[in-house]
T-cell receptor
């Protein structure tokens, strides 16, 4: 099993450009999450999904959109990138609610917006 | 909003010593989890302690939880250089849909 796979691993964008980060998991997990990690800020939740076809906002959703068309994939989109979105993005998944389970993380996608 | 707050922010010890990290949180929780992150890598789950538990062990790890003080501690015994990493606490709310992470403790273990 590959676990949670994120693509791309690195990307440089210019302000105003758009892009999509792809997260794929092969563990048949229901729940998927996108976090961003910034120095001194820890991890902050952007959006999450509790099942195929569902999405919900997290703590810092502005400037991002997500889609969960297939159970195994969770896409994070930036429609018009801004320098404030320079960050490391982590996708994670869990089998059940976090009352009983743990998160499995991908290796991260490092995004720089110039 | 970020729920957990780790203390200290950075910790430097020698191999063989014990490392203790603390986590404080603000609101009621269902469980508290600890994660480890090696430099440039994703987070890896270490241990989960439920709100009705007070102590839990896993190998060289010992976690305590004091819900009255809204705090937890992670003890790593007999530290090794390979334990060098950042350690994060994360709390699960009653709804259990997402984890709120603290800012982490950076641990350096020198040979």
């Amino acid at each position: 099993n590959a676990g949670v796979t994120q693509t791309p691993k690195f990307r440089v964008l210019k302000t105003g450009q758009s892009m999509t980060l792809l997260c794929a998991q092969d563990m048949n997990h229901e729940y998927m999450y996108w976090y961003r990690q910034d120095p001194g800020m820890g991890l902050r939740l952007i959006h999450y999904s509790v099942g195929e076809g569902t999405t919900a906002k997290g703590e810092v959703p502005d400037g991002y959109n997500v889609s969960r068309l297939k159970k195994q994939n969770f896409l994070l989109g930036l429609e018009s990138a801004a320098p404030s979105q320079t960050s490391v993005y982590f996708c994670a998944s869990s089998f059940s609610t976090l009352n009983t389970g743990e998160l499995f993380f991908g290796e991260g996608s490092r995004l720089t917006v110039l | 909003s970020q729920q957990g707050e780790e203390d200290p922010q950075a910790l430097s010890i020698q191999e063989g010593e014990n490392a203790t990290m603390n986590c404080s949180y603000k609101t009621s929780i269902n469980n508290l989890q600890w994660y480890r992150q090696n430099s440039g890598r994703g987070l890896v789950h270490l241990i989960l302690i439920r709100s009705n538990e007070r102590e839990k062990h896993s190998g060289r790890l010992r976690v305590t939880l004091d819900t009255s003080k809204k705090s937890s501690s992670l003890l790593i015994t007999a530290s090794r250089a390979a334990d060098t990493a950042s350690y994060f606490c994360a709390t699960s709310s009653i709804s259990g849909y997402a984890l709120n992470f603290g800012k982490g403790t950076s641990l350096l273990v020198t040979p």
